[in-house]
């Protein structure tokens, strides 16, 4: 059965930092991993991915701020994210291919 299991996420002030986490069972990272997310009444955005041969991508609005990052002996793939800003506050997905995604873990920044 494949499943992704997302952990990491919380409440968190401006500036702050948080440090999100994919465990995969049942499919693997090495090839591709992505993290999305969903902001209360808008479209779900991908953040970054990161490719087999590691090459990264980041959304506009993340670069510089957010690292994407996996262990694949541990077959896991996180998302460091600092200096964080309330317009971060969305539910943060994983997705691993064949179009696999995990429930999701909720991040709010906020004073």
């Known amino acids: 059965q494949v499943q992704l299991v997302e952990s990491g996420g919380g409440l968190v002030s401006p500036g702050g930092s948080l440090r999100l986490s994919c465990a995969a069972s049942?499919?693997?990272?090495?090839?591709?991993a992505a993290w999305y997310r969903q902001a209360p009444g808008k479209q779900r955005e991908k953040v970054a991915h990161i490719a087999d041969t590691n090459i990264t991508y980041y959304e506009d609005s993340v670069k510089g701020r957010f690292t994407i990052s996996r262990d694949n002996a541990e077959n896991t793939v996180y998302l460091q994210m600092n200096s964080l800003k309330p317009e971060d506050t969305a539910v943060y997905y994983c997705f691993a291919p064949g179009g696999v995604w995990g429930q999701g873990t909720q991040v709010t920044v906020s004073s």
């Open positions: 049942g499919t693997s990272f090495r090839q591709y």
